[in-house]
């Protein structure tokens, strides 16, 4: 697989969203491979959409392993054709993004969901989440969708530059 080049938010197209797969073939494999190698050479990124590489179709893939304000906790997810089904609660935190890497902004989200779609067998795969899992599930699914964190700040004041931690 390769490295993909994140497009920076000037970059990505927001007009429309990303169109469904609908089955899983070699080309979307391929661009499995390379979300996850994306993702994986980035440091602390969780996840990436396939719109943020320039693909528009509805893809990503996500692993909060190890971060601090994780509970609930899938692993390596290769998502195709991502929906909510339920989602509960409610919880203001802070977001970053690879395509807007010098900003972050406190962004309201639901602290639980079901989210449905196609795993890389193209079969049907279900992830029930909670706390920062669901909150990355939900970021990812507004790239899909044309979105970023910057369209759902919470309000003025919202919006902060990132803090770089030697």
Do not use: N, W
């Not at 890497?101 to 992830?127: H, I, N, S, W, Y």
């Not at 029930?128 to 969708?145: K, P």
């Amino acid at each position: 697989m390769a490295l993909r080049r994140v497009l920076g938010l000037d970059e990505l197209d927001r007009s429309r969203p990303a169109v469904p797969v609908g089955r899983i073939g070699a080309a979307e494999l391929a661009l499995a491979g390379d979300l996850l190698d994306t993702m994986r050479a980035a440091p602390a990124c969780v996840g990436l959409a396939a719109p943020q590489i320039g693909v528009g179709v509805r893809a990503f893939v996500l692993d909060v392993t190890g971060h601090k304000k994780a509970f609930s906790c899938h692993g390596e997810l290769v998502v195709f054709d991502p929906e909510i089904v339920e989602s509960a609660g409610s919880d203001l935190a802070r977001e970053g993004c690879m395509s807007v890497p010098d900003l972050t902004g406190d962004v309201r989200r639901a602290t639980r969901l079901v989210l449905r779609g196609l795993g890389l067998d193209g079969a049907e795969l279900t992830v029930v989440a909670d706390a920062f899992e669901a909150r990355a599930l939900q970021h990812e699914i507004d790239h899909l969708d044309g979105l970023v964190f910057l369209d759902r700040l919470s309000g003025p004041g919202a919006l902060h530059t990132r803090k770089v931690y030697r």
